[in-house]
């Protein structure tokens, strides 16, 4: 959950490199650091503990200048935020790296280095790396020899970025786990953790694989394995633009991604749905014929896209009529789960990059299912690559941490999941014209639903002197609920928690009094009367109530609550459509709190680490 941008050029690449580090500010920020090889083949460093705009100020101090280097943003792992601890760690005068991942083996590496001599100056795993390069370099390997020949000993993950005095010009790359991709340009060349990091220079893009080891230098580039043995990788052009990580006129990116989500939707939707039923191909040109076997249906994902697997798990149950599980990616893979017939494997991911969702996937591979599908918003990406089916959600980038746009892309490509099982196996064919008219109406009734911010706005202040919220909801709205107290907690630091409404009763109803927010999402269904009577539970005990609601059962919500109406057409589409009030209630809360929107404490974008 780090960031790496490395470049060799025929040019200063300082400036470059800084800029890199704000763009993959998002995956880590907790300190920052760069290192340049300068004209005198001297290597200049320099690393805070902080965010990169503390590091720009001291660069700004401290000019660095030259045409290779590599630079780093942390969120970290072994060791704490400090100075010390940052990265590029600088071994004997003359290496320089820079690491994401997690060594697993990182203590006994450790010893043994020490008990050598070895005179450690960090407490991280990262310095381990580089210490060993530097041992092997001394012994006569050059700089890509010497990482060849660390890579076994390493327990983990890694991406990796090294630089040395005794090869000038020349960056070597590892990947294990998290991204590492090849930024192609003419007469230079860089290695990065995300693609927008190299759009301000080339659009030229290689993806490595688990086990790739790159050479670039500022005249070309080179994959090998661990064995030294060449491997070819494809150079693709990235249609992505510098404009889509831009916030543009919006305050933070999280507030231009929940407004961006009427138009993300709509590519969701673009060439999948026809008047009345689904485009042939969903999943791809043989997919149909795979989908009529579908019997049961395993979801796996972690945080928000977890959520979005449980509420498909009530909305598959419920309309395609076969069973459905949703599980946390990081209890499936430890875990010996049991495979029923015909079995699809769903794995959702944002980022296509999260280390516990890929480790379920490739489990998933040998436990004879009858096929993998990802669910990603990230072309290229290794979930994407490892899966046998794929689903674009097309969200566009998502900056902000907490994950909007991501989830309602997610449902609704979960929802065209269920219609392709539902259309291939012949299912219920009465109702999918019905249900793909819904869909058509989602981003118009998504907009609307942004029209309430101002309403939103007023409800938070209400939030943002307490340090307790509980989140209330039943059926396919329990998950929404999870998803609405989760981002609270993630950028306002007010402790949330969700409950299925008919658990009042059996615990959580100890905690409400008057200081205690209490948000439910009700639902226009035949739950209805059911949360109604929760409702009442919570308001005779003190409770503040605050309700989400389909604007055609407002009349039937306690006149003690306060009700924010919500036209969300069907109780097929009002999970997607009730999201937006609670992402808006997050945001304005933390605008209130002071806290940091975009880039919440403790957090990063892409969990690339167990």
């Known amino acids: 959950m780090c960031g790496i ?59 660095l200048s030259g045409q290779t280097g590599i ?40 010893r043994v280095l020490e008990q050598s001599g070895c005179r450690l100056q960090s407490e991280t795993d990262t310095e381990i790396i580089g210490c060993l390069i530097a041992a092997r370099m001394d012994a006569g390997d050059d700089l890509l020899a010497a990482v060849r020949g660390v890579l076994p000993q390493l327990q983990g993950s890694y991406a990796l970025a090294v630089m040395s005095t005794r090869e000038p010009g020349v960056i070597v790359g590892a990947r294990h786990g998290p991204p590492l991709l090849i930024g192609v340009g003419f007469g230079e060349h860089y290695l990065s953790s995300d693609v927008h990091t190299l759009l301000p220079v080339t659009n030229r893009i290689v993806h490595l694989d688990d086990g790739d080891v790159v050479r670039i230098d500022h005249a070309g580039w080179q994959v090998s394995n661990v064995a030294g043995e060449l491997q070819s990788r494809e150079i693709y052009t990235s249609e ?52 009529a076997r579908v019997d049961n249906v395993h979801i796996v994902a972690c945080g928000t896209s977890y959520h979005a697997g449980l ?32 079995c699809l494997f769903v794995a959702i991911s944002q980022s296509g990059e999260t280390a516990d969702t890929l480790a379920a996937l490739a489990q998933a591979s040998k436990a004879g299912y009858l096929a993998t599908v990802a669910i990603c918003n990230v072309p290229e990406s290794s979930l994407v690559r490892a899966a046998d089916l794929l689903m674009m959600t097309r969200a566009g980038p998502e900056i902000g941490v907490a994950s909007t746009k991501a989830f309602t892309t997610q449902l609704v490509a979960l929802q065209l999941l269920q219609l392709a099982i539902m259309q291939a196996r012949g299912d219920r064919a009465d109702t999918l014209p019905a249900l793909v008219a819904d869909l058509r109406r989602l981003p ?48 306002s630091y ?29 639902p226009n269904n035949h739950l209805l009367g059911k949360l109604v009577s929760n409702l009442e539970e919570v308001h005779v005990r003190g409770g503040q109530l605050f309700v989400i609601a389909d604007h055609h059962i407002s009349d039937n919500i306690s006149s003690h609550a306060r009700v924010l109406e919500v036209e969300t057409g069907s109780d097929w589409l009002a999970p997607v459509v009730l999201t937006i009030p609670l992402q808006l209630l997050a945001y304005h809360v933390a605008l209130l709190k002071g806290t940091d929107v975009d880039q919440p404490r403790n957090l990063a974008k892409s969990v690339t680490v167990e």
Request: aromatic residues 6%.
């Open 240 to 291: 992505l633009s510098l404009a889509n990580t831009e916030r543009g006129s919006y305050r933070h990116f999280m507030q231009k991604e929940i407004f961006e989500q009427p138009d993300a939707l709509s590519r969701t939707l673009d060439g999948r749905i026809s008047d009345d039923h689904l485009l042939p191909g969903l999943l791809g040109l043989d997919a149909d014929a795979l989908l």
């Open 311 to 342: 509420v498909a798990r009530y909305q598959i149950e419920q309309l395609a009529g076969i069973s459905c599980t949703a599980e946390v990616a990081s209890e499936y893979r430890y875990r010996s789960p049991v495979v029923p017939p015909n």
């Open 494 to 522: 007010i402790h949330a928690e969700a409950y299925p409404a008919g658990e009042l009763k059996h615990g959580p109803l100890a905690l409400v009094d008057a200081d205690m927010p209490v948000v439910a999402v009700a």
């Open 5 to 63: 941008v490395a470049g060799c050029a025929q040019r200063d690449i300082t400036e470059i490199l800084l800029a890199g580090l704000y763009a993959l500010e998002y995956r880590g920020y907790d300190s920052a650091g760069m290192a340049i090889l300068d004209a005198d083949n001297v290597l200049q460093q320099r690393r805070t503990a902080g965010k990169v705009a503390a590091l720009e100020q001291i660069i700004r101090q401290q000019p």
């Open 71 to 110: 630079a780093h943003t942390r969120w970290a792992t072994h060791g704490r935020p400090l100075t010390h601890n940052a990265h590029p760690h600088y071994i004997d005068e003359h290496l320089a790296i820079v690491h994401n991942g997690i060594i697993e083996n990182y203590s006994a590496l450790r």
């Open 444 to 491: 118009d009734l998504v907009q609307r639903a942004l029209q309430l911010d101002d309403q939103v706005e007023a409800m938070a202040e209400a939030f943002a002197e307490r340090q307790h919220s509980l989140f209330l909801g039943r059926g396919n709205h329990y998950p929404v609920a999870m998803e609405g107290a989760l981002k609270l907690k993630e950028i």
